[in-house]
């Protein structure tokens, strides 16, 4: 009976990996050619893509099985992210701990962790896994604390660890210097070789990563990430497939379960959101399970599993852009107000496209005779008479592009109904 039971179990986690690689987007997501075969009608999508455009977001994705359903504005441009950065690093620790290299119940004495105000016998016995939950009990300041987290950071001593819910910007960095310790890696190559490159992110670079360092406040410098739309979908597509990848389990779906549950509620009575391991949980609703990264002003990472669904918002935050949460709550529900069944098994699927592969083509203009193809996240010119030059997008102008080495700018002209026309002029 016994050895029915364990080729009964084999058979069914084949099936499961293989039904979560077929979720797998590959170097390039996949798009529905038409929503409506998966089960979202374009006609109803429209009111929630006109309210993201209303509240504020720079650009959304929304994610089903493994597929785009729809997206709006630069799904490419690399915002900053914000404290989502706190969820690539839960995913980070969860290597280490599947791997039993770290232990969560070690604590900062044990660590040998200490900080400029040094710290307290009390504070010193925090473990890990309290840093995690934000329960640290450590309130000592930290570097990129807002005025509003500073001027609600409890006195020190005040909660033992372990006792009190504080979101708490020293437990996030430290926790980057604990991972550190025990990895022998610089922090953002680590993530890029354990993350970024096996879930095939197209536009992660390290060249988008910053320590901020405070010196004042403390030894331990936050760590910033500017990151796409479609990349971030890629990590929330990871947790919801339960930490498998193209066949391969990046996080164990023990960590994934662990660290996206519920350990602090924001309202003990209510229930209702809460807070996990540097994930937050339901704070989008309660009508479906949901746990989400959030980073400032609402850039949102929200995955529903129960649904097989990712969401991600942008905002853009370089211009003081913002979000209210109770409008992203509301869109959300838009969304879901627009799915009208299950998907179709004929459903057809494209390659989500590029925002410049709409500029591949001949064109007149300065180069004289030319063609142009993308190449990455720029364009390649090459003229009749073989002369080639790179094109890069100038940020925030529409068609304009900065031509290397000639040091000129070039727009691409477009008709009276929006269609571009072939042609390129110089632009000052």
Known sequence: ??????????????????????QNPGQRWQMYVDPAEAGWPKEKLQAAKAF?????????????????????????RRFLCHSIRKSFLSGL????????????????????IDDIQKLTSQEKQATIADLLKARSG????????????AARRPERGSHPPGTFFYYNNWDFNALRHII??????????????RFADPLQMEDFRLADTHYFLEADKSQFPAYTFRMSARDMARFGQLYLQEGMWNGEQIISREWVAESTQTYSYLDTVAKGPGYGYLWWTNMYGTKRTNYS????REHAIIIYPEENVVLVNRVNTFMGNSVSKADLTKWTEMIFAAKSGPAQTTAKITPLPHKLDQYSGPYVGI????????AGDRLLSNNNQGARFYLYPVLGSEDIFFIEDLELKVKFLRDEEGNLTGKTQVVY
């Open 367 to 374: 180069f004289g005779e030319t063609v142009i193809t993308r």
């Open 293 to 296: 990264a959030r980073g400032l």
């Open 180 to 193: 550190m310790l025990h990895s022998n890696k610089d922090f953002y190559q680590d993530f890029k070789e």
């Open 52 to 76: 993201a455009e209303e509240m504020g977001s720079a650009a959304f994705l929304i994610v089903h099985d493994g597929k785009v359903v729809d997206y709006w504005g630069d799904i490419e």
């Open 1 to 22: 009976m016994n050895y029915w039971r364990i080729i009964l179990s084999l058979f069914t986690l084949i099936l499961f990996i293989g039904d979560l690689n077929s």
């Open 138 to 149: 450590v309130y000592h300041p930290a570097a990129a604390e807002t005025d509003i987290m």
């Open 93 to 112: 620790m969860g290597v280490y701990v599947d791997q039993g290299i770290i232990d969560l119940s070690t604590s900062l004495q044990e660590l040998g």
